[in-house]
Protein backbone atom coordinates (compact mmCIF):
# COMPACT_ATOMS: atom_id res chain seq x y z
CA UNK A 1 0.00 0.00 0.00
CA UNK A 2 1.42 3.46 -0.83
CA UNK A 3 1.62 6.46 1.49
CA UNK A 4 0.88 9.18 -0.46
CA UNK A 5 1.25 11.27 2.70
CA UNK A 6 4.83 10.65 3.55
CA UNK A 7 7.09 13.51 4.50
CA UNK A 8 10.94 14.20 3.03
CA UNK A 9 13.23 16.53 4.70
CA UNK A 10 16.58 17.47 3.37
CA UNK A 11 19.25 16.85 5.42
CA UNK A 12 22.93 15.85 5.27
CA UNK A 13 23.95 12.46 5.87
CA UNK A 14 26.74 10.05 6.28
CA UNK A 15 26.53 7.53 3.17
CA UNK A 16 28.38 3.87 3.86
CA UNK A 17 29.24 1.65 1.12
CA UNK A 18 31.14 -1.38 1.01
CA UNK A 19 33.34 -2.09 -2.19
CA UNK A 20 35.73 -5.03 -2.61
CA UNK A 21 36.35 -6.06 1.09
CA UNK A 22 36.65 -1.94 1.94
CA UNK A 23 34.33 0.33 3.66
CA UNK A 24 33.86 3.77 2.56
CA UNK A 25 31.95 6.59 4.96
CA UNK A 26 31.55 9.56 2.97
CA UNK A 27 29.57 12.30 5.27
CA UNK A 28 27.68 15.68 4.87
CA UNK A 29 25.85 13.83 1.86
CA UNK A 30 22.95 15.80 0.67
CA UNK A 31 19.66 13.83 1.01
CA UNK A 32 15.99 13.80 1.31
CA UNK A 33 15.00 11.80 4.35
CA UNK A 34 11.68 9.99 4.86
CA UNK A 35 10.55 11.40 8.49
CA UNK A 36 8.86 7.72 9.00
CA UNK A 37 10.95 5.31 7.71
CA UNK A 38 14.39 7.10 7.51
CA UNK A 39 14.70 6.20 4.03
CA UNK A 40 17.09 8.21 2.21
CA UNK A 41 16.86 9.32 -1.57
CA UNK A 42 19.63 10.64 -3.39
CA UNK A 43 19.67 13.21 -6.33
CA UNK A 44 21.11 11.74 -9.98
CA UNK A 45 24.34 14.51 -9.64
CA UNK A 46 24.64 13.68 -5.95
CA UNK A 47 25.04 9.53 -7.26
CA UNK A 48 26.99 10.64 -9.60
CA UNK A 49 29.51 12.57 -6.83
CA UNK A 50 29.53 9.87 -4.90
CA UNK A 51 31.05 7.13 -7.43
CA UNK A 52 33.22 9.95 -8.41
CA UNK A 53 34.89 10.29 -4.57
CA UNK A 54 34.72 6.49 -4.09
CA UNK A 55 36.62 5.72 -7.85
CA UNK A 56 39.17 8.69 -7.78
CA UNK A 57 40.17 7.25 -4.63
CA UNK A 58 40.61 11.22 -3.32
CA UNK A 59 42.75 11.46 -0.11
CA UNK A 60 40.10 10.89 2.40
CA UNK A 61 39.50 13.80 5.25
CA UNK A 62 40.06 11.26 8.09
CA UNK A 63 40.37 7.69 8.46
CA UNK A 64 38.64 5.63 11.27
CA UNK A 65 38.88 2.74 12.88
CA UNK A 66 36.10 0.11 12.98
CA UNK A 67 35.57 -3.11 15.14
CA UNK A 68 33.88 -6.02 12.73
CA UNK A 69 31.49 -8.62 14.77
CA UNK A 70 30.17 -11.78 12.80
CA UNK A 71 26.74 -12.27 13.70
CA UNK A 72 26.69 -16.24 13.57
CA UNK A 73 29.40 -16.34 16.51
Known amino acids: MNNWNERLVEQTVTY ?3 MNGKLYLIENV ?3 VNTETGEQFFS ?3 VER ?3 IIQTQQEP ?3 VET ?3 DFAA
Request: charged share 15%.
Open 67 to 69: PVY
Open 30 to 32: PAR
Open 44 to 46: PST
Open 61 to 63: VRT
Open 50 to 52: LQQ
Open 16 to 18: TLE
